[in-house]
């Protein structure tokens, strides 16, 4: 991954990406959530994701609906707090120390996913 993003950004260099986000295999699935925490360890999961929401820069979804109602249920991130930070940002206002990564959707398309893409939203 390093590779790819270092030849489309990097100069040739190796670039380590700031966000990456996967699916889970449980994705409509109908199992207790005992069932789901046992074989996917999905609590732990849920935590790491939860982590690494404080360190992440941009996080990209396919769609609106998946911030709005998807991510909003995780500790580290609310929209509507997400959307003032970054306003406040833009007019060189303090955000007195708050930080929250920036989403962008970026709809899968035909043509494929460019790194260029996700400069347009950060």
Not at 63 to 71: A, K, S, V
Not at 99 to 122: L, T, W, Y
Request: one cysteine or more.
């Amino acid at each position: 991954m390093s590779k790819a993003l270092g030849e489309q950004i990097g100069n040739g260099q190796p670039v380590w990406p700031i966000a990456i986000h996967g699916h889970y295999a449980d994705a409509a699935r109908r199992q207790s959530r005992e069932e789901i925490n046992s074989t996917y360890k999905i609590m732990r999961r849920i935590e790491a994701k939860e982590l690494s929401l404080d360190a992440t820069e941009i996080v990209i979804t396919n769609t609106r609906q998946e911030i709005e109602q998807q991510w909003r249920l995780y500790d580290g991130f609310d929209p509507i707090l997400e959307r003032k930070l970054r306003a406040r940002i833009k007019r060189g206002v303090s955000c007195h120390g708050r930080f929250m990564p920036r989403m962008a959707v970026i709809p899968p398309g035909a043509g494929g996913f460019e790194v260029s893409d996700v400069n347009k939203h950060i």
